[in-house]
């Protein structure tokens, strides 16, 4: 419960963030709209659902979750429903629970809906092809498929969904898999060049901030058994990206 008390669903969705950065900020916008209301979050819920490629995305595999659905519905940091108990005492101390919660939902929601549309939109792809973008969607946003047995998985390991996707991101599993169509790899290769190209930008900023520092300050930039490698400084604060 305690790693849940957070609002860092853009840690789980780091690629696609990289990937496309200004829609993740834009998500990032919804998430706090739909943080701290849950008419709010139902609104947001209800305007995805209208949008022209969610029945597809829906159809094709991309892995909208919901909040307080069962194990393998909820995002895996949520083991339990905030709705689960009722009382006024219970719903005063899962009220911050609850708000990340919606955080962490809207968050993704939004960002598997809008990065797959993103990448398909304007293209000719065969419904396959729409499959195989769907599941890097999902690992580009922390949901790993882990197949029938998915519960089970879920109550002996600790976020499974999400050690597979950075499993599968890591070992390009989506560009490199064999039944995988050459436009396909082309647009999924497309996607790492761009998450690159935002890890380059954030790692000249941070070697800008530290254009006036000694060299053990250096050393300790680019030294990643370091709390300060690949640090961005501002004054005496380090800001890690």
């Given at each position: 419960?305690?790693a849940s ?5 853009f ?13 993740a900020?834009k ?6 709209v739909?943080a701290?209301?849950?008419k709010?979050?139902?609104?947001i819920?209800d ?5 022209p490629?969610?029945?597809e995305?829906?159809q ?5 979750t919901?909040v307080g659905?069962d ?5 895996e940091e ?8 009722s009382?006024?005492?219970?719903g ?9 919660e919606?955080?962490f939902s809207?968050?993704l929601?939004?960002?598997?809906l809008e990065y ?11 419904a396959?092809?729409q499959?195989d973008?769907?599941?890097h969607v999902?690992?580009?946003?922390g949901?790993?498929g ?18 597979l996707s950075?499993?599968n991101?890591?070992?390009f599993?989506g560009a ?6 050459k436009t396909t790899k082309?647009l999924i ?16 900023l941070?070697?800008g901030?530290?254009?006036g ?5 250096w ?6 058994r370091?709390s300060?490698?690949?640090?961005i400084?501002?004054g005496?604060?380090y800001v890690?990206?």
């Amino acid at each position: 419960m305690k790693a849940s008390w957070d609002f860092s669903g853009f840690r789980q969705a780091a690629f696609a963030s990289l990937a496309e950065p200004v829609l993740a900020l834009k998500a990032g916008r919804k998430m706090f709209v739909g943080a701290w209301s849950e008419k709010q979050r139902l609104a947001i819920e209800d305007e995805l659902k209208k949008h022209p490629r969610y029945d597809e995305a829906k159809q094709k595999g991309v892995a909208f979750t919901e909040v307080g659905g069962d194990l393998t519905a909820t995002e895996e940091e949520y083991m339990f429903s905030a709705t689960a108990f009722s009382g006024k005492t219970w719903g005063v101390l899962s009220y911050p629970y609850a708000v990340s919660e919606r955080a962490f939902s809207t968050l993704l929601n939004v960002m598997r809906l809008e990065y797959y549309a993103t990448i398909v939109d304007g293209l000719p792809l065969t419904a396959q092809e729409q499959k195989d973008v769907a599941l890097h969607v999902n690992d580009a946003t922390g949901r790993g498929g882990i197949g029938p047995n998915s519960e089970v998985i879920t109550r002996l390991i600790w976020s499974p969904r999400l050690l597979l996707s950075r499993w599968n991101l890591l070992t390009f599993k989506g560009a490199l898999r064999g039944d995988t169509s050459k436009t396909t790899k082309k647009l999924i290769l497309k996607q790492y060049a761009k998450a690159m190209r935002s890890v380059g930008v954030l790692l000249l900023l941070a070697a800008g901030s530290r254009w006036g520092d000694d060299w053990k300050e250096w050393l300790n930039f680019i030294d990643p058994r370091s709390s300060k490698f690949a640090t961005i400084k501002i004054g005496n604060t380090y800001v890690d990206p």
